[in-house]
């Protein structure tokens, strides 16, 4: 049967206060949420999505006096980024308060904390009393969940109510950004926020350490990450040798092409009418027309496709490298990192 899917909110806070685990939605993605302040509740989040306790989890918070108490410093950066785009898909990783467990943070000397616009979920956070630890409700390594329905078919039987808010409205995780108590900014993931918007409220441009082989200071670092379970390949349909190989491609194991548009794939495809009768060759589309925000949504649900058809492998097109694409693009590069499973 699985987790009980539903919209009570008084039902998962009192789950909650209990230490159990609830799904909650988000605009980025679904969240497998716990107290985040219980280091048995914690821990078990790290259990029902086998995560290593090396990488740190996110505290979703209802205000901004709520992620004060959770820092020991909050520098001016933290509350101008904060009241241009909070509630929204921004995570702040500043200095910790002394009470946050080490557990919640791997041991490092930070916090990651996130105020999410998600009307559900804000209204849960303002029914507890403390701020919830909620990584992405899905298997370490695995796909993102946009949808109730894909928390139930991944953690079902490990959770314990999966609060429905439909789907996500932006599709991927949040941007992260540490600051110092000097108040330097680096962007430690690329999310749904863009980083020409927070160069914008910050009057400067801003650093990047984007992936980590081990020991991150932010989650999404790690350099294999978000993959389905067929071996995802970059190519470039542009370059004629990768595009030979590709339309000869004569195994008669179902593989997939992912377009960054459907346009994109039509225009293709009317040049190749081969590829077009190929009937192992399934298509992906990301967006209708290259719209970025539609891609993003879109990514997610569409990785999880590749399972469902069986494709042994996918070929994908590199988004472009503006507004959400790069967001995007980070999210397939380390999809592709983790190769065949």
């Known amino acids: 049967m699985g987790a009980p899917i539903g919209i009570d909110i008084a039902l998962a806070a009192a789950l909650l206060n209990d230490g159990k685990l609830v799904a909650i939605p988000t ?4 969240g497998l949420s716990a107290n985040g302040l219980n280091t048995d509740a914690v821990a078990a989040i790290f259990a029902a999505k086998n995560r290593p306790t090396f ?10 006096d709520q992620a004060k108490s959770l820092c020991s410093t909050w520098p001016a950066a933290a509350s101008k980024l904060a009241n241009a785009f909070w509630p929204g898909p921004l995570t702040m990783v500043l200095p910790k308060a002394d009470h946050v467990p080490h557990l919640v943070t791997a041991d490092n000397p930070t916090v990651a904390v996130r ?21 992405s409700a899905n298997p370490f390594g695995y796909v993102s969940p946009t949808n109730a329905q894909h928390v139930l078919d991944q953690l079902g039987e490990r959770i314990d ?29 690329l999310g749904g926020l863009d980083i020409d918007s927070i160069s914008a409220v910050l009057g400067k441009s801003i650093s990047e350490v984007l992936t980590t082989h081990s020991n991150p200071q932010a989650p999404g670092q790690l350099d294999q990450h978000y993959a389905p379970g067929s071996s995802m390949i970059p190519w470039d349909p542009n370059q004629s040798e990768a595009e030979a190989r590709l339309i000869n491609h004569n195994s008669n194991e179902t593989f997939g092409l992912l377009w960054f548009s459907q346009q994109q794939a039509q225009q ?31 990514l ?6 590749f399972d469902k058809d ?13 507004g959400l694409g790069r967001a995007i693009n980070d999210r397939l590069k380390r999809a592709s990192a983790k190769g065949s499973r």
Not at 55 to 64: E, F, G, N, Q, Y
Not at 272 to 295: C, F, I, Q, R, V
Not at 300 to 305: A, C, K, N, S, Y
Request: charged residues 15%.
């Open 27 to 30: 605009e980025t993605v679904y």
């Open 55 to 64: 990488d740190p989890l996110i505290l979703h918070v209802s205000s901004i």
């Open 115 to 135: 105020m999410p616009n998600n009307a559900m979920t804000l209204a849960l956070l303002n029914q507890v009393s403390f701020p919830l630890a909620a990584p």
């Open 161 to 189: 109510y999966i609060l429905d808010g439909g789907p996500c409205a932006i599709g991927i995780e949040s941007t992260i950004v540490s600051i110092s108590e000097e108040d330097e900014v680096t962007v430690l993931r």
């Open 268 to 298: 293709w495809l009317s040049l190749h009418p081969a590829a077009a009768a190929n009937k192992t060759m399934k298509h992906y589309h990301l967006s209708e027309d290259g719209n970025d925000k539609e891609a993003a949504m879109n």
């Open 300 to 305: 997610f649900g569409t990785l999880r496709r």
């Open 310 to 322: 069986q494709c042994h492998q996918v070929y994908f097109v590199w988004a472009p490298p503006a």
